[in-house]
């Protein structure tokens, strides 16, 4: 079982619609989780931290955090073309700057 | 305030060479690690540097290595360059005191 799993996609969705993407983790001792998108080519940029059950939003970014069931995920509404991207989920099982586990990212496509 | 900053962009090796590979962290940050990214996948940790000394070290052989100096920049050092080396070598700043990390623009390095 891999650590940090997600769905390699691509996951298609059109402009407009909410773009529901999943991670789930093995590490029960896992502490912070993280969001990443990464553009073809590019490096990978954070747009969202989570630390606690429940949901965190910021602007269209809704993540999503429970660790009974040990799964992160991340919502985006109002989908654009620019979110066309990988995105990556990071998990921290150390809170003070430890190593960054993460899955293989999805790959997301908003058709216009 | 400048990112985290990488040297060089673009990087063209044989193999059995030694290349290194530079980092200058985000102002504040004084944590550094390294992660290696292959077509295709999640990045994967290679080490992390704090207070000059490497603090952890992922699954990669001694002929990774690393430094951090005084002023909490880095090096990465990688010797007797394979094929299967080829990949996307990212940098990440944090603080000790968060787990949040950001990634400089990455050197791609290609061993042919």
């Known amino acids: 079982q891999k650590e940090v799993e997600q769905n390699s996609g691509p996951l298609s969705v059109p402009e407009g619609a909410i773009a529901s993407l999943n991670c789930t983790y093995s590490d029960r001792g896992s502490q912070s989780f993280f969001w990443y998108r990464q553009y073809s080519g590019k490096s990978p940029e954070l747009i969202m931290s989570i630390y606690s059950n429940g949901d965190k939003e910021d602007g269209r970014f809704t993540a999503q955090l429970n660790k009974a069931s040990q799964y992160v995920s991340l919502l985006i509404r109002d989908s654009q073309p620019s979110d066309s991207a990988t995105y990556l989920c990071a998990v921290n099982t150390i809170n003070q700057g430890g190593k960054l586990i993460f899955g293989q990212g999805t790959e997301l496509s908003v058709k216009p | 305030d400048a990112g985290v900053t990488q040297s060089p962009t673009h990087l063209i090796k044989t193999r059995g060479q030694q290349v290194t590979l530079r980092c200058s962290p985000k102002?504040?940050?004084?944590?550094v690690s390294w992660y290696q990214q292959a077509l295709g996948q999640g990045p994967q940790f290679i080490f992390q540097?704090?207070?000059?000394?490497?603090?952890q070290r992922g699954n990669f052989p001694d002929r990774f290595s690393g430094h951090q100096f005084p002023n909490y920049s880095s090096e990465l050092n990688v010797n007797a360059l394979l094929l299967g080396d080829s990949a996307l070598y990212l940098c990440?700043?944090?603080?000790?005191?968060?787990?949040?990390?950001?990634f400089g623009q990455g050197t791609r390095l290609t061993v042919v």
């Open positions: 540097y704090y207070e000059e000394e490497e603090r």
């Open positions: 102002s504040g940050h004084d944590t």
């Open positions: 990440a700043s944090s603080r000790s005191s968060s787990p949040e990390a950001f």
